[in-house]
């Protein structure tokens, strides 16, 4: 049993994890930390991200940085990854994890929401970050996995990458239907889409060593409003939202070599929502 465990460790692996700003980029950098990781967190604005740096390097006596990425772009990800490898000497794992998610809260200011008046605008701005991201990630730091022996990427979907979102528990009283606030069309597209890829990637370099799966959580619980906690939660067999730190087990699991045999996986983790 002691072995087994051993395979958990990430001992001194560099991670780099997009959207690291953000609050399950945090938890993800966390979790790396936690098993003897080096977290490397990228994100177009890491005001947010220095505070957590110093305490998490404090907590897990491990380094930890921030470095300001924008994943649209292949030149800042090549820079990024760059200056990765000018201080730590090597990149390991790539968390895909970044991703627009606009909140659906105040329904008479999200018409824009709902499917007939979505923006093409909108509809480029949410795929480049979330999907094209992802892509331009993979292909820039994976290409540099499989030329060094392997490596291992894993990209955050969402129970929406295989149900469409119940458009119920977003509805607001006293709204016409035309008014009434939805979870945008891109969400599902790029969520879907990471599992496409995941796929894709997963056989076209499982000769170079690289690994890829994805991760598909459910809702994590931020203090949303009451009604909508209620009507989600009564989708879920177990009952309740997830909490921000219920991912972190899993994600060590898929980044280190207790998942070594595993390629090409969408984990679901969502209290049994997809039972049903």
């Keep these: ?103 659906v809260d105040n329904a008479s200011e999200h018409e824009w929401s709902r499917f007939e008046n979505f923006s093409i605008e909108m509809w480029h701005q949410d795929i480049s970050v979330g999907l094209t991201g992802a892509f331009l990630c993979s292909q820039i730091v994976g290409t540099h996995m499989a030329k060094s022996g392997g490596g291992v990427i894993l990209n955050i979907a969402s129970d929406l990458s295989i149900i469409a979102p119940d458009q119920r528990i977003y509805q607001k009283e006293g709204l016409s239907e035309e008014l009434q606030p939805v979870k945008p069309v891109t969400y599902s597209v790029v969520k879907h889409g990471l599992i496409g890829l995941t796929r894709y990637l997963a056989t076209y370099w499982a000769k170079a060593g690289v690994r890829v799966n994805a991760i598909s959580p459910g809702g994590v619980y931020t203090n949303q409003p009451e009604d909508f906690v209620a009507r989600l939660t009564n989708l879920i067999p177990m009952g309740r939202m997830a909490k921000k730190d219920e991912y972190k087990a899993a994600i060590i699991f898929l980044v280190s070599d207790a998942s070594y045999y595993m390629t090409g996986t969408n984990l679901v983790i969502d209290g049994g929502r997809t039972c049903w």
Aim: net charge negative; aromatic share 4%.
């Design 1 to 103: 049993m002691e072995e087994a465990l051993k395979q958990f460790r990430i001992d001194n692996k560099v991670a780099l994890i997009t959207g690291g700003a953000g609050l399950l980029g945090i938890q993800h950098a966390e979790a790396i930390a936690e098993a003897g990781g080096i977290p490397v967190l990228w994100d177009i604005d890491v005001t947010n991200a220095e505070e957590y740096v110093s305490e998490i390097s404090k907590q897990w006596k491990v380094p930890c940085r921030a470095m300001e990425v924008d994943i649209t772009s292949g030149d800042t990800i090549k820079d990024g990854l760059n200056k990765t490898l000018s201080d730590f000497g090597r990149v390991d794992i790539l968390i895909n994890n970044a991703a627009n998610d606009p909140k």
